[in-house]
C-alpha cells in the first residue's frame, strides 16, 4: 500500500491558503478517483482507495502543519509501510510560484511541516511533491503562507494542483524516476515544457 500525505491545516480559516496546497491536491486526487477522505485516524482524516492499479492511503493531518509528523508517524507504525511507499505533497516559497518538483529524497528545507515529518520518522528517504508558492516579497512570510490567493494566481495553481495529481498516478504506476522525468518543472505548469 501506498501513503500519500497532503500537508496543510485543518479548519475554515486555512481552507484556500497556500499552506494547504496539499491538502487541495489530495482533495482533487480523491475526487478525480472516487475516494471519501472523512475517517478520523491517527490524527488525520483519511480515506482508502485505489489509484493507477494501486491501493492507497490518502491522509490529511489535522495536527496544523507544525506538528504534521506526529500524524505520519503514526500512520507508518500502523501500516509499517516502507519509506519509500510514502508520498508528501506540500508547499515550497523556494521555488517559482505555480512550478512543480518531485524529489525521491532529501532535506525538509525550510518546510516546518516537512522538518517535522522528518524529525518523527528519523528520515528523510521518502518521495515528495513540492508546488512552488514563490516569494513573499515584503508581505510578513506567516502571512503569506496563510494567506489566500489572488485572482491572478488561482489558475496558476488549479494547473499546478492537476499536475501534481498526474504525478502522483504516474509515480504509483511507474515509479518515482519516471514521474521525476515526466513531471518536474522549472516554472509554472503550463508556461514551458522544459523538464529539468
Do not use: W
Request: aromatic share 8%.
Amino acid at each position: 500500500m501506498y501513503v500519500i500525505v497532503g500537508l496543510g491545516n485543518p479548519g475554515k480559516k486555512y481552507e484556500n491558503t497556500r499552506h494547504n496546497i496539499g491538502f487541495i491536491t489530495l482533495d482533487y486526487l480523491a475526487d478525480r478517483h472516487g475516494i471519501k477522505i472523512t475517517k478520523i485516524k491517527h490524527k488525520a482524516l483519511v480515506g482508502e482507495g485505489n489509484i493507477s492499479g494501486q491501493k492507497v492511503l490518502l491522509v490529511k493531518p489535522q495536527t496544523y502543519m507544525n506538528l504534521s509528523g506526529n500524524s505520519v508517524r503514526e500512520v507508518m507504525e500502523y501500516y509499517k509501510e516502507d519509506i519509500e511507499n510514502l508520498m508528501v505533497i506540500y508547499d515550497d516559497i523556494d521555488i517559482p510560484v505555480g512550478s512543480v518538483r518531485i524529489r525521491k529524497k532529501g532535506s525538509a528545507g525550510t518546510h516546518n511541516g516537512m522538518r517535522s515529518i522528518v524529525y518523527d520518522l528519523q528520515s528523510d528517504q521518502f518521495p515528495r511533491i513540492r508546488i512552488g508558492m514563490g516569494k513573499s516579497g515584503n508581505v510578513d512570510l506567516k502571512d503569506f503562507v496563510t494567506g489566500g490567493f489572488s485572482k491572478g494566481e488561482k489558475e496558476i495553481f488549479e494547473r499546478a494542483v492537476v499536475h501534481a495529481a498526474d504525478a502522483v498516478e504516474c509515480f504509483l504506476q511507474y515509479g518515482i524516476d519516471r514521474a521525476m522525468n515526466e513531471y518536474n518543472t522549472k516554472g509554472a505548469v503550463g508556461e514551458e515544457k522544459g523538464n529539468e
